[in-house]
């Protein structure tokens, strides 16, 4: 399964949300309807994918002409990204040999 994919299949479990094939807009949208409308919501999905609340701040008050759902939405995404890399090296880490491990 690609990294995309996955990405994509983890934000929809998390979000409570489905995405289609070209969902990184779809998700943007969705992330800019929650910073207009339900804020605490956007909040709570942030704790849950545990998105670095410092890196939000910091991505918000930079200059950018992309939208705050956008950057948001790209922050949660790399983060989801960071989260499938780790569990393939752990994957990978334990399928070594017990014997090879020491």
Known sequence: MNESLQVREQLEKEAGIVLPEDWKQTFIAYINHLV??????????LYRIDVNEN???QLLEGK???SAGELIANAI????VEKVE????YKQEQD???EEKW
């Open 96 to 98: 070594i040999d017990h």
């Open 86 to 89: 780790s569990r393939k090296k």
């Open 64 to 66: 950018s002409d992309a």
């Open 36 to 45: 207009d409308t339900d804020f605490e919501k956007l909040i709570y999905l």
């Open 55 to 57: 890196k939000i701040k």
């Open 77 to 80: 995404i790399e983060r989801q």
